[in-house]
């Protein structure tokens, strides 16, 4: 069969390039942003890549054309699919009827921390000897790409609450059938397709809709607002994580990176690894509710996730020059934020300064939705730089006033590395958070301090 791709190099369609590569498929596609590492990783694997959205990429027409969530009406190729009344779905909806519907199928969704628990569930499986496939909005450390079709039957993927496709306005997850559902957390995002926490809440409902009876579902306790999804209906067992939870933590060190499991009271194990910040902590727990149930003993995956790497672009160091750390992060959202800040603070102790740089990237953040939390979710960083371009809608300087002398604006990346720069000093700790490239300001920062300290 061949399928040609539209928006081919984004994370999740590029995911669903290799998926349908390694089953055997012919497999092109078209995108206005072809480059590395995505371009590189797909031609790797056989896969021929066109760039721009032109009409002609769909001669000779293909078996099925597989429509990316950020494909529109006018796009050329999307015209022409429409005309000549091609074979064409989602690819979420190629992912379930190819693949997912032969699988036990885990999924892991939640407002934050899909990424990051997904990866960590995939390598808890891998590592029990479970070889599973999985599908991730990132790449994991320990498998070094962001999809594997792995053996039969299980597969982890990561559950975007995000809409599937232009003729398709549902949540890309209701099509994935998850046997075991994590549902992390909740709260209001994606302020560009949803109006409140409700229309979120009803697709997570529409998601627990499709878990079987047999299944299981996994869900932080008392928390309300996946409490009044929960209370809309639902039909399957479920177990609960937190303070509260059938699964509970005790911290042994402060940071998370060490704590002990208890399983309804009675101990479980303990979790020594290289992970830190309560959030992760929690997302841990998650996941050996979840690997139980896919059979995976308490003991076994405790003793996985303290060999679990973590995932790029999750508070990932990017380079250390006289003493000062860069970490990469994808943090978008006030309550990301904050935790990363919480994890790294817990991390270095009071003693050691954190200089944040962060770019209000995502749709939401530049519609200005969080706004009134911004501030308060950066005030465990010691100095905070925001870059604010000209675009950017909103003024930055002014939702930032509560955090004093302490944040700095600016419209270019440039200034921003002269000013973290010129202001650093050795023992510092300098976390970026963006969800794009921020214009390589991590490697430019690292340079600079290069010649700074003559590293």
Not at 120 to 145: K, R, Y
Not at 420 to 439: C, E, H, K, T, Y
């Amino acid at each position: 069969m061949h399928l040609h791709i539209l928006g081919i190099c984004g994370t999740f369609m590029g995911g669903i390039a290799l998926l349908a590569r390694a089953l055997g498929h012919r497999v092109t596609g078209s995108d206005a942003n072809v480059y590395p590492p995505m371009s590189t990783q797909l031609e790797a694997a056989g896969i021929e890549l066109m760039e721009g959205y032109d009409a002609a990429h769909l001669d000779p027409p293909p078996d099925v054309v597989v429509v990316g969530n950020a494909m529109k009406r006018g796009i050329p190729a999307v015209e022409a699919m429409l005309d000549r009344d091609l074979h064409y779905c989602s690819g979420p909806q190629w992912l379930r009827e190819n693949l997912l519907r032969e699988r036990w199928v885990l999924a892991v969704s939640g407002t934050h921390g899909k990424t990051t628990t997904a990866s960590m569930l995939a390598w808890v499986l891998e590592d029990a000897g479970l070889d599973p496939g999985f599908l991730i909005g990132g790449v994991p450390l320990d498998f070094g790409v962001s999809a594997r079709l792995g053996s039969v039957p299980f597969f982890v993927v990561e559950a975007d609450e995000y809409d599937t496709a232009f003729f398709d306005k549902r949540s890309k997850f209701v099509h994935y059938g998850p046997r075991t559902l994590i549902l992390n957390n909740l709260e209001f995002d994606h302020a560009d397709i949803f109006e409140d926490l409700g229309q979120i809440q009803r697709q997570f409902h529409h998601l627990i809709r499709t878990v079987p009876g047999s299944g299981l579902i996994v869900h932080p306790a008392s928390v309300p607002a996946v409490e009044t999804v929960i209370g809309l209906g639902c039909w399957t067992p479920r177990e609960t994580f937190g303070s509260a939870g059938d699964w509970r933590a005790e911290l042994i060190e402060p940071d998370g990176s060490r704590f002990r499991v208890r399983l309804h009271g009675v101990e479980a194990g303990v979790v020594d690894w290289g992970q830190s910040g309560l959030h992760n902590v929690e997302n841990a727990l998650a996941v050996l509710a979840a690997a139980r149930h896919a059979g995976v003993p308490v003991g076994v995956a405790v003793e996985a996730l303290g060999r679990f790497r973590g995932v790029k672009r999750r508070l990932e160091l990017r380079g250390e020059v006289a003493g000062i750390r860069v970490f990469d992060d994808f943090a978008h959202h006030p309550t990301a934020i904050a935790a990363t800040l919480d994890g790294l603070r817990r991390r270095v102790g009071a003693e050691q300064r954190i200089l944040a740089v962060l770019e209000p990237r995502s749709n939401t953040m530049r519609l200005g939705t969080h706004n009134a939390e911004l501030a308060g979710s950066l005030t465990a960083a010691d100095r905070v730089y925001v870059h604010a371009p000209s675009d950017l809608g909103w003024d930055a300087a002014a939702v930032l006033a509560g955090l004093g002398e302490r944040a700095a604006v600016h419209d270019a990346i440039g200034p921003i590395v002269t000013q973290v720069v010129a202001d650093s000093r050795p023992g510092d700790q300098i976390l970026v958070m963006s969800n794009g490239g921020f214009g390589g300001i991590h490697q430019r920062l690292l340079d600079a301090l290069r010649v700074k300290y003559g590293a």
